[in-house]
């Protein structure tokens, strides 16, 4: 439901215009909201949330993506641009690849048995967690019978190809 970027340093200007994410299988560009940038303990931090008809409730679709951020945009608190790709040049353009599979609780991009048992202790609670939010299926805060076949779905398909 949402990214945290995360960067060294004071990071005080950060446009929507500063960041673009694409679902490549398709070229899909999905609207980002730019939370306003939080400075602690030498690092910055933003976190970007999703819009757009693409989602399901308020998460991404499953697919993969890449996030691009533009560190020409991006300033420090001096009005120095930002190293976006982290390899020393200010201004750079850093891109991140991640991807998004319902019910792949642990990241590796299969819905399997480690999953099941996640999901169905999560399911059989019947009460929405921040620990057990993933298997929310579109953010309405309910395990529905809904939830339930989307799992089942990507179960039988195992992995995000």
Do not use: C, W
Request: charged share 15%; aromatic share 10%; proline share 2%.
């Amino acid at each position: 439901r949402s990214i945290t970027l995360a960067f060294q340093g004071d990071v005080a200007t950060a446009p929507a215009s500063a960041v673009n994410l694409k679902r490549t299988e398709d070229g899909l560009s999905i609207p980002v909201v730019v939370g306003a940038p939080s400075y602690s303990g030498g690092i910055t931090r933003i976190v970007l949330t999703f819009g757009g008809s693409s989602l399901n409730g308020t998460s991404l679709a499953d697919g993969r993506y890449t996030l691009t951020i533009d560190g020409g945009q991006l300033l420090d608190d001096l009005g120095n641009h930002v190293d976006a790709a982290n390899n020393g040049t200010a201004g750079s353009t850093g891109t991140v690849g991640f991807f998004r599979f319902f019910g792949d609780s642990n990241g590796d991009g299969l819905v399997d048995a480690v999953d099941y048992l996640a999901f169905r202790a999560a399911y059989i609670s019947g009460h929405v967690t921040p620990a057990n939010s993933i298997f929310d299926f579109n953010g309405d805060g309910l395990f529905t019978a809904f939830a339930l076949g989307m799992f089942t779905t990507n179960f039988t398909r195992r992995k995000l190809v």
